[in-house]
């Protein structure tokens, strides 16, 4: 198990905390092929039901794991270290992507690296491609990392050394997304069907209760029953008044919960004296806060970094960086390690 760090190190990683199956090859710092199979059996439940989910990650990850290789162009010979999602997550679906990566591990001989899964979202802006050169942040700097289960700002000082500042007090930023999408009636995930249904609204439309929180903590339960009065009281003036208002509804959902998420990020950085900003996790995919986080950038002089979209949502690409920064570490696994749901 050579670690010299002139020698080329080409990583396998796998990512299957939740509902997709996730394959990709990083050799020395760069993506050659990321691979995800995304679970559609959950969508008629309304959310993700982890017995399924686990047993599409059983059929998937083979499949997955070869067209990856095939689609770095490498042989199964190159690769120096195995790199998977330990938590946190469902643990079902961990266990399908740990077990993996011990076997092949162990039946390669070669190293096992563990990673943390919002850690990797987080590494998400440091992911190149062949022939890119991509402007990567610099430390210290600030990641609103935002995504399903969690809402967090995070000091970022070194690759592997990172400080949570603020955090959700109850649903996440995509929880809260997803969950007015449900009584919408949209389908699961709601948060991409409300950015592309927010671009069609007036998103002053109507106004909804923001938290009031200290510190650089989060709370999204309060916007998620305001939302429901809302509807609750215009429903019976109105029986049509979903489907009338649809796209005014989610452009004034997604304003408030892009307003939050703005406010404690602009706060975090006056209090840290940081402008080097970065954002990672599912939400960071919505085109409101990205836009957000652009505009609000230009007007406080921060250096803005965000990640291609499809290293915003799960994807093995951010794990394999992720592991990558921790082989030249030296940070390796044991054999004895098991998955994590709260890590
Ligand atoms: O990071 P992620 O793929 O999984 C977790 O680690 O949780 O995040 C999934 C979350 C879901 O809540 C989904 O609705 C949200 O990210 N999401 C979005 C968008 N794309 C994904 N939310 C708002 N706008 C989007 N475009
Ligand atoms: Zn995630």
């Keep these: 198990m050579g670690t010299n760090k002139n020698e080329s190190v080409t990583i396998l990683a796998i990512e299957s905390s939740c509902d997709d199956t996730s394959a990709a090859i990083v050799k020395d710092g760069i993506v050659l092929s990321n691979v995800i199979a995304s679970q559609k059996v959950h969508e008629q439940f309304g959310g993700v039901v982890p017995e399924l989910a686990s047993r599409s990650h059983q059929e998937n990850i083979v499949p997955v794991i070869d067209v990856a290789i095939k689609n770095a162009g490498i042989s199964k010979e190159d690769i120096s270290a195995v790199g ?91 929880e809260a997304f997803d969950k007015c999408a449900k009584v919408l009636g949209l389908p ?45 009281d215009k429903l019976v003036v109105n029986p049509n008044f979903i489907e009338e208002n649809t796209s005014d509804l989610c452009a004034s959902l997604q304003k408030t919960i892009v307003d939050i998420l703005i406010d404690k990020l602009v706060k975090a950085s006056k209090e840290t004296g940081i402008t080097e900003i970065v954002i990672g996790g599912g939400v960071s995919a919505n085109s409101g806060l990205r836009n957000a986080i652009l505009a609000t950038g230009d007007k406080r002089g921060w250096n803005t970094y965000l990640p291609k979209l499809k290293y915003t949502t799960d994807n093995a690409a951010m794990i394999g960086i992720t592991a990558y920064f921790k082989y030249l570490k030296g940070e390796f696994s044991s054999q004895e390690i098991s998955p994590l749901a709260r890590y």
């Design 84 to 174: 998977f999602t330990r938590g946190p997550g469902l643990l079902g679906s961990l266990l399908v992507g740990t077990s993996f990566a011990k076997g092949y591990a162990l039946s390669k001989n070669i190293p096992l690296i563990e990673v943390n899964h919002l850690q990797a979202h987080v590494l998400a802006s440091f992911i190149q491609e062949p022939n890119e050169n991509v402007a990567m942040p610099k430390f210290p700097f600030l990641c609103l990392l935002v995504s399903g289960g969690h809402t967090q700002i995070i000091i970022v000082r070194d690759y592997l050394e990172m400080e949570i500042i603020g955090e959700t007090i109850d649903d996440a930023a995509g």
């Design 188 to 232: 699961y995930p709601g948060g991409p069907v409300v950015d592309r249904e927010a671009a069609k609204g007036n998103q002053l439309a109507f106004s909804f209760a923001k938290p009031k929180i200290p510190n650089l903590g989060f709370s999204f339960s309060g916007l998620k029953t305001s939302f429901l009065y809302l509807l609750r």
